[in-house]
């Protein structure tokens, strides 16, 4: 029999048995900086490929969600920090080592983009707009004039340089799409990064956590788009895509098991959380299958023609991916090296 | 049914403010403290006052630091001091937690019962509670005489209540470190070698080759300078035997550890006499020398074979000889540690004299490596005036029983103050400083009994400790570091003294032991038994008879006198004479024999369990000392509960889980307050259970002890009393496991 | 210059003074520690073995926790302390997270806190304060540079392992078995 005791105030619940120190803000800043950096993507994309027309909810509905998704993500973040008053701490250095602080300026950098993108389509998604009735109208009289002369939206900028702004941004589009493709696949994989960069936790501690979330970010943002669309070939697009992500989530969530059960001890009993132990069965049960399986089966269903409402599988994404950062925060402070 | 007179006042009667009841239950976290440039306090900047710690009867000396807000900071060992050597242990240095908790004794308390009957404490003022106090000694004294009030005290500050019980006319004193710890052990050794031990013994471990520790849990239990010395005798390549029924911390660092069945140790003790006087390994030109009866012995252990012997300890033959002849090979450089609570199982004083033998038979007494010749520093005695005399005292009590006896026997003067009790020296009032007698004198309802049988009952104590409960009058005294007392004077290679002078006024209105006496002793008329106005008059005086004085000694807290003759250990072919009736080593004990006693010890066998009852075995926890730290911050947060160590055999018999909390009843039905978690553990037989003595503690104003853990005591029921000493043997009581407490009668207050 | 310790199991009781002393001497609030005891229990009765050791953050010469930190307020210092700077810490855990060892906390006052080999002290030439403490003298503090310190040579001298040594992290403390 191995009997194992510690005795000290470590013994204090804000310490041990668990040196638990992140909480929900984490996951859920992970889930919506993944959903943010998937969103984006897409939208960058099917610019670059120059199909913004075919595919409207990706390129300009969809990424209105970023910049919410991201600064919510920033406000969870700053509510795990216990001393958020030293927030701006994180910007006095560039800590290339730390994922955390290359997250940080990831987010700096993709937060403004993200806000120009959504801001250079208001004309598009919101092109009649009474300025005079609507409070929102009122609110931004500040900023917009009415434009009855022109075609198009019935507003505009008031201030020149905006305006001016706004034809340049529009104009390069392709290659600001280029910035925010990277940065997107950038922050989907720091999202994985941020856990895996941490080998004091045997869970985390694997390679394969990177491209794992960034293609679970993928491909919430992509169920998020197909249940966001009218547009029939887009939904199609897009459940063709998600299906493809699932399947390749499923690999690299296979290959990650497989890796830990080949590796140490520490790793092995990290796995045992997972084949049998106490995140068992909420694991597969919400990750894998309603998060995975359940909606690729309902997304084949769809593409052989079966009606169903979309949002169904869409939401099942949107729950597992949201419920597999919040496992993998969980266990991997759970997981320990033995000695 | 009648209630009790003395009925335990609980926490829910206690309301109006007659307590403040801290709400801030911990020592409190300021927040925002340490913001900002959070700097250590510095050393150079800090001051320091010398003072010897309180925690534990080892006493050792150190400094008290201030930081420069002059709060109370740290605690750290005197260099100087043969105690501590600049070392205290853990309960030593949380210390500071005595000081801190917020839950000690704030104000002097008085017992009132209200109109509906209710008795509850109410605060009152020094002067109320001290002319109370004088006018009922003075109603005890002219109803019964002086003598039938007693005092129980134990630590630094009894010294002065014992002083004052002398000036009052009684004698009837006693402390639980006696019948309930090494009582036998003393009288064993004096017996055998014409000397008690004393404490800290003197124990040459430091350069022993051997040392043989019998349930004495040495690492567990601190007893710093002896843990000292061991670390550095393990450090020099020592051999430790170690005989426990459980893997002690010790354990696990010998050479050999002999799980032995409890209760059985005099067996193997005899059975290692046997081989060594048949296999002729003793100290031959030692054991010619010096003592006295070897060929009576050599008869009388005949039978005590190695082989005898393993059948009832459990343990192997082969086993005891190898350890028997390890023991001869290091001789005279080995020690069989006498142990020191040793009141197990009521025939203490035979196994202790099994012990004083094997040691005289290795010739370890005396020698270097074994035990040597301590010494004492002495101050002159401030003057007073001729206390009157008792007409009868203690030993009065039973005549004729326990002639052995030689200090205050605790559990005497409670038989005296029983309504049981049917001699003519009845005792009628109880004065108690310093000791908690609910947690350490065992079958609780006996003391109760006792307790609710007296007229009048101070406790005079730092904590709301549970014998609190039962008093008439209660009084906050001050913490060791808060206050002056008499220098410590303890024997040890070289003599010394330590002082104590207080680091911090006292907090709330607690004041030191000194203060109380002498506030009372003028009341009753005896004030020029305390002549000065501050202890301190006293320490200066007596310091300066002997060449030092207060002030030098607030700088280097111990010093160090020279030894009278430089005789730490026998000389070669030393004549010596010892104080015993042959003067010499009495391996056969005359004066056992003078008092019909077995002058040389026989095994007898102790109760067993019987099926689902496992013997319960306790002992200590490094960080805690008895019930006087588990409320302390610092302690608690290292240990707040005790836990109870279950082989997993057993363990898988009864189907628990480890942590699963348990209630225990003993084999007389006695069934635990509170509940204690199990512990799981390889490193216990499976006939007993072991947990830590000083838990479970039931006065809901500790708020850190209150139903932590079990109280060991509370299962302590069945008392087993030493024919020779009046100790009592307390391991002689089993348990059992109960998953949910009985529905016993409600019993509200 | 290179501070390490060495902590001698053999000798260790386990008695968890140097947790007591760390926490008086550094005012660490209580239910807070900055080092702690590890008990092992292996075998079967009445075949045992325990090993007690004393934990502490281990100084490692290659440091997860100072890489990890996005701000700079873990850092080390001469003689290869590491350290954490109160007013530069954002309490983000990440440091706590990359730390094998479970060797920091997170102060109740928002800063990530931790053993600092008692530097205050080590400047002023006196020995951290668990190791001054301990009464069965089982802890080694110094230089391990200098191959004549009493830590190197404690080192040199007996069989030693370090703690998770498979986690890179290289420990500067070493236990004598
Ligand atoms: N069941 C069981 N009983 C035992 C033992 C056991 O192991 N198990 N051990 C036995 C042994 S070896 C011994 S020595 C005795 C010890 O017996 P006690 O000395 O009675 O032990 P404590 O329980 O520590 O009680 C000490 C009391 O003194 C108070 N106190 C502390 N400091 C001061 C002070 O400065 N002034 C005053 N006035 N009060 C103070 C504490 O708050 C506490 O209430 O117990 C014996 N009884
Ligand atoms: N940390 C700490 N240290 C202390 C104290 C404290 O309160 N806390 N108190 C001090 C005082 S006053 C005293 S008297 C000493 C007491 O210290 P010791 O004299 O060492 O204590 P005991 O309580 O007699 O011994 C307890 C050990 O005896 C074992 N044991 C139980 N039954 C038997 C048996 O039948 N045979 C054998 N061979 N072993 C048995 C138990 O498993 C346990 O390991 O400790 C002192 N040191
Ligand atoms: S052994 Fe520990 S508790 Fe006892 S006097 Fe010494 S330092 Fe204090
Ligand atoms: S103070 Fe020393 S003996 Fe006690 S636990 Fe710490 S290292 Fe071990
Ligand atoms: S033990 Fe942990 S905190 Fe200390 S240096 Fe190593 S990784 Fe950092
Ligand atoms: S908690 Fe503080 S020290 Fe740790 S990584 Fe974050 S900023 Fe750095
Ligand atoms: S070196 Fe100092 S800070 Fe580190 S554990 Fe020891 S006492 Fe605490
Ligand atoms: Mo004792």
Redesign the interface.
């Known amino acids: 029999m191995r009997e194992e005791l510690i005795t000290s105030g470590r013994m204090n619940l804000n310490i041990d048995p668990v040196l638990h120190i992140w909480h929900w803000q984490i996951p859920v800043y992970l889930f919506l900086g993944g959903l943010a950096a998937g969103l984006l993507f897409f939208a960058a994309y099917y610019t670059i490929i120059g199909k913004e027309k075919k595919f409207t909810t990706a390129v300009k509905f969809a990424p209105v969600l970023a910049p919410v998704a991201i600064i919510l993500g920033l406000i969870a973040l700053l509510l795990d920090l216990k001393h958020p008053a030293y927030f701006w701490q994180l910007y006095t250095t560039v800590h290339l080592e730390s994922p955390m602080s290359w997250g940080a300026w990831v987010l700096m950098f993709i937060m403004p983009i993200s806000m120009l993108w959504v801001a250079s389509y208001f004309k598009e998604i919101f092109p009649k707009f009474d300025i005079n009735q609507n409070i929102v109208g009122k609110m931004l009289k500040k900023v917009i004039v009415k434009n009855d002369n022109k075609e198009g939206a019935n507003w505009d900028w008031k201030f020149e340089i905006i305006r001016k702004f706004e034809i340049n941004f529009i104009k390069n589009r392709k290659p600001v799409a280029w910035v925010m493709l990277i940065l997107a696949v950038i922050l989907g994989v720091y999202t994985g990064i941020l856990l895996s960069a941490f080998n004091a936790r045997p869970l985390w501690n694997s390679s394969i956590l990177g491209p794992l979330f960034l293609t679970s970010g993928l491909s919430t943002a992509a169920a998020t788009i197909m249940w966001m669309s009218d547009n029939h070939e887009e939904k199609r697009t897009f459940s063709k895509i998600d299906l493809m992500l699932i399947v390749i989530e499923l690999f690299l969530i296979t290959h990650l098991f497989m890796g830990f059960l080949a590796g140490s001890e520490a790793k092995v009993q990290a796995a045992q959380y997972f084949l049998g132990g106490e995140f068992t069965v909420t694991f597969w049960i919400n990750v894998v299958i309603i998060g995975l399986i359940v909606p690729a089966i309902l997304e084949t269903l769809e593409l052989l023609k079966f009606k169903l409402p979309v949002m169904v599988p869409a939401a099942m994404i949107l729950w597992g991916g949201m419920i597999f950062r919040f496992i993998m925060v969980e266990a991997g402070q759970v997981t320990r090296f033995l000695y | 049914m009648k209630t009790n007179r003395r009925e335990f006042i609980k926490i829910s009667s206690m309301g109006m403010g007659a307590l403040a009841l801290a709400t801030t239950p911990v020592l409190g976290w300021v927040p925002g403290f340490l913001k900002d440039d959070y700097t250590n306090p510095d050393d150079s900047k800090a001051k320091r006052y010398a003072n010897y710690c309180e925690v534990c009867f080892w006493n050792c000396a150190g400094w008290v630091y201030t930081d420069e807000k002059d709060k109370i900071w740290k605690i750290i060992g005197n260099e100087d001091d043969p105690h501590s050597n600049g070392r205290f242990c853990p309960r030593g240095t949380g210390g500071v937690g005595m000081y801190n908790d917020n839950d000690r004794l704030k104000t002097p308390l008085k017992r009132v019962t209200d109109e509906s009957g209710k008795q509850t404490f109410v605060k009152i003022s020094w002067e109320e509670a001290f002319d109370t106090i004088a006018e009922k000694m003075t109603e005890i004294k002219d109803n019964y005489g002086s003598e039938s009030f007693a005092l129980f005290k134990h630590g630094s500050s009894g010294k002065h209540f014992a002083q004052l019980l002398k000036a009052y006319g009684s004698k009837n004193i006693a402390a639980p470190a006696y019948a309930q710890c090494k009582g036998p052990r003393e009288e064993a050794f004096k017996v055998t070698f014409g000397h008690p031990l004393h404490s800290p013994e003197p124990l040459d471990i430091r350069d022993t080759k051997c040392l043989v520790l019998i349930g004495s849990h040495l690492g567990e239990n601190m007893h710093n300078g002896q843990v000292q010395e061991m670390s550095e005798a393990i450090g020099k390549g020592v051999n430790i035997i170690t005989v426990d029924p459980r893997f002690s911390t010790v354990a696990s660092k010998s050479k050999f550890w002999l799980p032995i069945k409890p209760a059985t140790d005099l067996a193997l003790l005899l059975a290692w006499i046997h081989v060594i006087i048949n296999e002729e390994i003793y100290d031959q030109k030692y054991v010619e020398k010096y003592t006295f009866g070897l060929e009576s012995l050599k008869k009388h252990v005949e039978n005590y074979t190695p082989e005898w012997a393993a059948g009832i300890t459990t343990l192997s033959a082969q086993d005891i000889r190898d350890t028997a002849k390890e023991m001869a090979n290091a001789s005279p450089a080995v020690i069989v540690h006498p142990g020191r609570h040793v009141t197990w199982y009521g025939d203490d004083t035979q196994r202790l004299r099994a012990v004083a033998i094997l040691n005289a038979l290795l010739g370890s007494w005396g020698r270097r490596g074994g035990f040597f010749m301590p010494e004492k520093a002495k101050l002159p005695k401030y003057p007073e005036p001729k206390a009157p005399k008792p007409k009868w005292s203690w030993r009065d009590i039973s005549p004729g029983k326990y002639p052995l006896a030689g200090t205050g026997v605790t559990n005497l003067l409670i038989d005296a103050s029983h309504p049981d009790y049917e001699g003519d020296h009845k005792i009628k009032a109880w004065f108690i400083a310093g000791t908690n007698l609910i947690a350490s004198i065992p079958d609780i309802k006996r003391t109760l009994d006792a307790l609710n049988n007296q007229e009048f009952v101070v406790v005079v104590d730092t904590m709301p400790a549970e014998i609190t409960g039962y008093a008439d009058i209660v009084l906050p005294e001050c913490t060791y570091l808060e206050r002056y007392d008499s220098p410590r004077l303890a024997q040890h290679r070289e003599p010394n003294i330590a002082l104590r002078v207080p680091a911090a006024e006292p907090r709330f209105d607690s004041k030191p032991g000194w203060w109380i006496c002498k506030e009372i002793a003028t009341r009753i008329g005896k004030g020029d038994f305390f002549d000065y106005k501050d202890f301190s008059e006293v320490i200066d005086w007596q310091l300066k008879q002997v060449g030092t004085s207060l002030e030098e000694m607030k700088k280097i807290g111990v010093k160090k006198l020279n030894r009278k003759y430089d005789d730490l250990y026998f000389l070669e072919d030393e004549e010596i004479e010892f104080h015993t009736n042959t003067g010499k080593i009495e391996l056969y004990s005359t004066t056992m024999e003078a008092n019909g006693f077995d002058p040389m010890p026989k095994y007898t066998a102790h109760q067993e369990s019987s099926e689902g009852f496992y013997r319960l075995i306790y002992g200590r926890t490094p960080a805690h000392t008895f019930s006087r730290t588990t409320n302390n911050p610092n302690l608690t947060a290292l240990k707040a509960e005790n836990d109870l160590w279950v082989n997993p055999k057993v363990a898988s018999e009864w189907g628990f889980k480890n942590g699963q909390k348990l209630w225990l009843q003993n084999h007389q039905g006695k069934v635990s307050e509170f509940p204690i978690k199990i512990r799981i553990t390889e490193r216990i037989r499976w006939d007993s259970v072991f947990t830590a003595h000083g838990f479970g503690r039931t006065d809901k104003r500790l708020t850190r002890g209150y139903g932590r853990g079990i109280s060991d005591s509370e299962m302590v029921s069945d008392v087993k009393i030493d024919k020779e000493t009046g100790s009592t043997g307390m391991r002689n009581n089993f348990v059992t496991f109960l998953t949910e407490k009985p529905n016993t009668a409600k019993k509200e207050s | 210059m290179r501070y390490g310790m060495a902590i001698?199991t053999?000798?260790c009781?386990?008695?968890?003074?140097c947790?007591?002393?760390c926490?008086?001497?550094?005012?660490?609030?209580?239910?807070?520690?900055r080092?702690?005891?590890?008990?092992?229990?292996?075998?079967?009765?009445?075949n045992?073995?325990?090993e007690?050791r004393s934990e502490r953050c281990n100084h490692c010469e290659n440091t997860?926790c100072v890489?990890?930190?996005?701000?700079?307020?873990s850092h080390i210092i001469l003689g290869g302390i590491v350290k954490v700077t109160?007013?530069?810490?954002?309490?983000?855990?990440?440091c706590?997270?990359?730390?094998?060892?479970?060797a920091r906390?997170?102060?109740?006052?928002?800063?990530v806190d931790k053993c600092t080999f008692c530097d205050?002290?080590v400047a002023?030439g006196?020995e951290p304060a668990c190791v001054?403490?301990?009464?069965?003298?089982?802890m080694y503090f110094g230089d391990l540079d200098d191959p004549n310190s009493e830590v190197s040579k404690v080192v040199a001298a007996n069989k030693i392992k370090t703690?998770?040594p498979?986690?890179?992290t290289k420990p500067q403390i070493f236990y004598l078995v």
């Open positions: 001698d053999r000798k009781v386990g008695c968890a003074d947790v007591v002393a926490q008086t001497e550094n005012n660490i609030p209580i239910g807070y520690t080092d702690w005891i590890a008990e092992l229990n292996e075998g079967t009765y009445p045992l073995h325990l007690i997860p890489r990890t930190c996005p701000t700079g307020a109160h007013e530069e810490c954002i309490g983000c855990g990440a706590i997270q990359s730390c094998p060892y479970d906390y997170m102060h109740p006052d928002g800063y205050h002290r002023n006196q001054s403490v301990c009464p069965t003298h089982c703690l998770a498979e986690a890179g």
